[in-house]
Each structure stands twice: as C-alpha cells, then as structure tokens.
C-alpha cells in the first residue's frame, strides 16, 4: 500500500513537471503565456488533533497562465506543499506526525474593473501522505524508534480566491481550498485550508 502511493506520489509529480518545463521556455517565445513560480504559506485548522501535523503549512509551485478574453485567463500550477511535525507525549513517550506531497490545479481568472484585482476559482488535486513517528525512551538510555508512513491518496476538491498584481514582477493571492488528506492510520480528515501565496512572474 505504502509502495503504491510513493509511486502515485512520483507519476503525479512528474505529470506537474512535464508540462510546466514545456511551459516555462516557450512562454518567452511565445506570447501571451505568462509564468512563475509561487511560494505558499497556509493553515489547515485541526491538522494536529486529525495527526497531520501543524496547522501551518508551506508550500512552492510553479504556474502557468494563459489569456482567453481581455479579461479572463485560465492558469495552471504544480507544486509541493509540506505539513511541519507535531510532537506530543511525555519524557518517555513522544508521538511526531507530518504530512508532506504534491498538487495540482486548474483555474479560470476574471480581472476586476479596479486595476490589478482579479477572482478566481477552480479544481486542485491533492497527491498527499502522512508519516507518524513514535520514540520510546527506555530505563538504560537507550529509544526505540518506529516510522509508520499511511496509505496516501488523492483527492479533486474546489478552489476560490481573490488576487492583486503589483507590478510585471509580483502578485499575491488570498485563497480558500478545500482540502481532504489522511492522517498515517488512514483516518481522513476534511476541511477548509486557507493560504496566501506569493507570485513572481518571469
């Protein structure tokens, strides 16, 4: 089970990269593709008692868009996000849970009439799994250390959010997405992961 999400989380990985590595030289060839890469920072309220890890989460991506009309666009993205560990327990005792892998998403974009604002909405899909670590300190010193990974999985959920465009260099976004990850016993935990993201445009 574990060796068949690590290679779903590998497939998915290089299913993101192809088409970014496609994207990324010919945009500066081929007008009006715009591109960049993208750095994450969000919270996922319960992420510690669904034994996920912390709440804060980071995340780095790479993104591609492409105008339709004078005001809407459709952009694409890829990229890794990470769920830091959590520790709980005793002296003896310690219980250490993470989260880590890889997403993906389509989006359509619509410029508002104020100059530089946008809303979007689309689909992400999550490629993620959960590692447990548990540490038992014995009477001579002496720990014990066990590493269970879970099953993984995917999930297709919707994304809404509002961005703004500074200058040709940098954009943020404000986002709400709906996200749906297991924890290592399998146990899925559902809910709202907000995030705002950095852009830098190439």
Same mark, same amino acid.
């Given at each position: 089970m574990t060796r068949h999400a690590?290679?779903? $989380? /590998?497939r998915l990985a290089l299913l993101l990269a192809v088409p970014m590595a496609v994207i990324g030289p010919t945009a500066h060839a081929q007008e009006p593709w715009s591109t960049g890469f993208r750095l994450v920072a969000g919270s996922y309220s319960g992420?510690? +008692?669904? $034994? /996920?890890g912390q709440e804060k989460n980071y995340g780095l991506a790479m993104w591609g868009a492409y105008p339709l009309t004078k005001s809407g666009s459709v952009e694409f993205e890829g990229g890794y996000? #990470? @769920?830091?560990?959590?520790?709980? =327990?005793s002296k003896t005792y310690t219980l250490r849970n993470k989260t880590d892998g890889y997403y993906g !998403?389509?989006? #359509?974009?619509? %410029? /508002?009439? @104020?100059? =530089? @604002?946008?809303?979007? *909405? =689309?689909?992400r899909v999550w490629a993620m799994k959960a590692t447990q670590t548990s540490?038992?300190?014995?009477? +001579? =010193?002496?720990?014990?250390r066990v590493e269970v990974k !879970?099953? !993984? $999985?995917?999930?297709? %959920?919707p994304v809404v959010g509002a961005g703004f465009r500074f200058n040709n260099h940098y954009s943020m976004s404000l986002n709400a997405a709906q996200a749906e990850f %297991?924890? *290592?016993? !399998? *146990?899925? %935990?559902? $809910?709202t992961l907000l995030e705002a993201a950095l852009s830098i445009h190439f």
């Open positions: 690590s290679r779903s $989380g /590998l992420a510690v +008692d669904a $034994g /996920l996000r #990470y @769920f830091p560990g959590a520790t709980s =327990g !998403g389509a989006f #359509y974009r619509h %410029k /508002l009439w @104020f100059e =530089g @604002f946008h809303l979007q *909405a =689309g689909l540490t038992v300190t014995n009477e +001579d =010193g002496t720990s014990t !879970g099953p !993984g $999985g995917t999930s297709m %959920k %297991k924890n *290592a016993a !399998g *146990a899925t %935990k559902s $809910g």
